[in-house]
Structure formats: structure tokens, C-alpha cells
């Protein structure tokens, strides 16, 4: 349910500060958060994916995507609590201006194609040099084949996936969000990489993507060293 600010109501700016102060302090919660991009063909399940991990459920319609979607879901991951913001992409051609300005400050992007359709999986580098045209600090990627319950139509053997992973340097994971098979682990696999990458990268300043217990401890060294 989304909650509209009334500008007329004299309570708004205490009610809404009193609502960021309630966020702020919930979020402090969180290890980690990380923004996830999901991007791809229209049709080859984004929208369902997400659907399936946010909710547990599945759509058998097509509805395509307008523009963008988001969802928040709240994952532990090796005793870390983890925030993730997944934005689901729509992926007509149409939509390309806007859904490329959701790309930038993506910590992971994950590149959907669909496991029958030859043409989903050509487009991967499209959509990977779309990645590169409209982010600057190198988001983690991982490419997921969906729909392997069609397994007797699939279009995509074994040879494929490990050249489009010899070429682009990407780890390919098949997955069905009509079947739930490996929907968790997709989006397990891509915090665990993510956290081992703000890891190694050291963030120093930016809380985002980052450990905030290393962040306390780091601050309160810190600030031992500044006293007198
Ligand atoms: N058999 C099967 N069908 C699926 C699966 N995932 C999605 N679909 C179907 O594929 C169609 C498209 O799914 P969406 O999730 O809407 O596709 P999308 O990638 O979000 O498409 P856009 O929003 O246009 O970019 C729908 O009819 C879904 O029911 C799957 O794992 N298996
Ligand atoms: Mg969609």
C-alpha cells in the first residue's frame, strides 16, 4: 500500500520526519543493503522472477512492465541481515530511456533471457553494453536463463552458456520462476557476491553496500584516536 503526503495537513512534516526518523532507525538494522537491476528481453519472466521471490507466487499472464517496478525484501545471508531494493525492468524497447536511468548506483544487475528463445539470449550483449554505456562503477553481474520447466524446448545447451561465459566473463544460472527452482538461489548467490565484493573493495566511507558492524567498530577506533 503506498502512502500519500497531504500538503494541507499542518501535521505532514512532523509525521513525515517522525516516518524517515522510524526508517532510518529500522534500517540501521541492516548489515548490508544493495540495489539489484533486473534487465532483458520483454517476456522472458523478470517480472515473474521477481514476483516469485518477493511473494512466492506466479503470474501465468503477461502483463509487460511500464517503465520500472520495485520491491524490498529483507534476506539473512551467512548471519548478515541484508536489505535488497530489486527493480524489475521493463523490457520493450520503448521504456529504454527511462529503465537506463535506473541502472546507475546498481550494486548487482541481473540479465534475464529466456531458456526457448533464441533471440533473448543473443540480445545478452545488447543489454551488457547498455550496462557499461549507463553505469559508472562496475555493478556486479550475473545472467539468468528462465523458464527451465519448458526443459523439452529449451534452445540454449550447454555450449552456449559456457561461451557467452568464456566472452563475457559472466556466471550463467538457470531458473524457473513458474516452478520455483533456484529463485532463492539466484538471489542468494548474487548477495553473497556482492557482500564478498564490498569486502574486498574496502569501502572506507560509504555505508552503502557495506558492513555497518565494520563501519561502528571502525568509527569507534577512530574516534579513540582523536580523543585529546
Ligand atoms: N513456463 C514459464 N513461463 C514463465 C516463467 N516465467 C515467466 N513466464 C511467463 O512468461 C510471460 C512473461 O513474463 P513476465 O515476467 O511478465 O516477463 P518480463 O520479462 O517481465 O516482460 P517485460 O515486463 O515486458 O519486460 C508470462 O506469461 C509468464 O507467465 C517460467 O519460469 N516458466
Ligand atoms: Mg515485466
Redesign the pocket.
Same mark, same amino acid.
Request: hydrophobic fraction near 35%; aromatic fraction near 8%.
Given at each position: 500500500m503506498s502512502t500519500t503526503l497531504n500538503p494541507l495537513n499542518n501535521n505532514t512534516s512532523t509525521n513525515s520526519s517522525q516516518k524517515i526518523a522510524k526508517k532510518l532507525s529500522k534500517s540501521k538494522q541492516f548489515d548490508y543493503t544493495f540495489k539489484i537491476v533486473?534487465i532483458?528481453? !520483454?517476456?522472458?519472466?523478470? !517480472?515473474?522472477?521477481?514476483?516469485r521471490f518477493a511473494d512466492d507466487k506466479?503470474?501465468?499472464?503477461?502483463?509487460?512492465?511500464i517503465g520500472v517496478d520495485f520491491r524490498f525484501k529483507n534476506i539473512i545471508v551467512d548471519d548478515k541481515s541484508v536489505k535488497l531494493q530489486i527493480w524489475?525492468?521493463?523490457?520493450?524497447e520503448r521504456f529504454k530511456t527511462i529503465t537506463s536511468a535506473y541502472y546507475r548506483g546498481a550494486d548487482g544487475i541481473i540479465i534475464?533471457y529466456?531458456i526457448t528463445d533464441r533471440n533473448s539470449f543473443a540480445h545478452i550483449k545488447d543489454w551488457l553494453d547498455d550496462v557499461n554505456k549507463y553505469t559508472d562503477d562496475n555493478p556486479l553481474k550475473i545472467i539468468v536463463g528462465?523458464?527451465?520447466?519448458?526443459i523439452k524446448d529449451k534452445q540454449i545447451n550447454e555450449n552456449d552458456m559456457k561461451t557467452m561465459t568464456a566472452q563475457t566473463g559472466i556466471e550463467i544460472l538457470e531458473? !524457473?520462476?513458474?516452478?520455483s527452482?533456484k529463485i532463492n538461489d539466484l538471489m542468494e548467490i548474487m548477495t553473497k557476491k556482492l557482500i564478498e565484493k564490498k569486502k574486498n573493495e574496502g569501502n572506507k566511507n560509504n555505508t552503502k553496500g557495506m558492513d555497518l558492524n565494520d563501519f561502528n567498530k571502525k568509527n569507534v577506533q577512530n574516534n579513540n584516536n582523536f580523543c585529546c
Open positions: 533486473m532483458g528481453d !520483454s517476456g522472458v519472466g523478470k !517480472s515473474c522472477i521477481l514476483l506466479f503470474n501465468e499472464n503477461f502483463y509487460a512492465t524489475d525492468t521493463a523490457g520493450q534475464v529466456d528462465n523458464k527451465i520447466d519448458l531458473c !524457473s520462476a513458474k516452478d527452482i
